[in-house]
């Protein structure tokens, strides 16, 4: 299942995104800008070979790549070495019902266009149980072909009029006329496999339940993440509501 969430600087969508892959079984996180609050337990890498190294491992539960240089590589020896280790474990994942998200920050980068294993992952695995979840500043950030197959928009705060014209084709009328008066961690939930007769967009302006206040991003070196004491404040919300 593939999410977008799309808002300017500061108004909420990496918290949203790191909050809705929280909800899965497991998590791979790619983050170039090093932004994404730190967990206790979790491997923190800085190379995709490092990553990859970590994805061989059946048991891995939570890893984040924040690379020090050379992004698009490091994306791609990440994605190859998720989609070796998804080939490997879907049979077990479908018996169990395991669910893995695939969070990629600021996917705006060449990798993210170009890698054939990261479009083998949005479009090969199996959809109730990989959720790949991205964040950008504009809709065109990713390109067509990828927002052909979204299943949820997340719109926070947006107000240049081509983003507001490549929304209203997205998303229809109503939610890019709304995206402009979004206040700070308000956000629209857009189901474009709504089915006919069923309005397809949701606002939502409960950001207590999803970003708690205690929350900060961090931006220190890996190894110094590694056993952080930080809390997630994570509830029973369900990947799919919002």
Not at 41 to 53: K, N, Q
Not at 145 to 164: E, F, K, N, S, T
Not at 182 to 193: A, S
Not at 220 to 233: E, M, R
Request: aromatic share 10%; hydrophobic share 40%; with cysteine.
């Amino acid at each position: 299942m593939l999410h977008l969430l799309c808002g300017r600087r500061h108004v909420g969508k990496t918290t949203l995104a790191d909050y809705l892959a929280a909800k899965t079984t497991r998590r791979l996180r790619f983050s170039p800008r090093n932004s994404l609050q730190a967990y206790p337990g979790d491997d923190y890498v800085t190379s995709g070979l490092s990553a990859s190294a970590i994805l061989q491992r059946p048991s891995w539960r939570s890893l984040t790549v924040v690379p020090d240089i050379h992004v698009d590589d490091a994306f791609e020896h990440t994605m190859r070495a998720f989609k070796a280790w998804y080939q490997t474990m879907e049979p077990a994942l479908l018996e169990t019902g395991e669910s893995v998200s695939v969070f990629v920050d600021e996917a705006r980068f060449g990798g993210v266009k170009d890698s054939e294993s990261f479009d083998w992952v949005l479009r090969c695995t199996d959809r109730s149980t990989v959720h790949v979840i991205l964040t950008m500043h504009r809709p065109k950030d990713v390109l067509p072909d990828i927002r052909a197959i979204v299943d949820y928009w997340y719109v926070l705060y947006i107000v240049h009029p081509r983003d507001l014209e490549t929304l209203t084709d997205e998303c229809g009328d109503a939610v890019a006329t709304l995206a402009p008066k979004l206040k700070e961690r308000e956000f629209i939930k857009y189901d474009v496999n709504a089915p006919p007769g069923v309005r397809a967009w949701t606002k939502r302006d409960d950001a207590a339940t999803w970003a708690p206040t205690n929350h900060t991003a961090r931006r220190v070196l890996p190894s110094n993440l590694l056993g952080d004491d930080v809390s997630s404040d994570v509830d029973d919300f369900e990947l799919t509501d919002p």
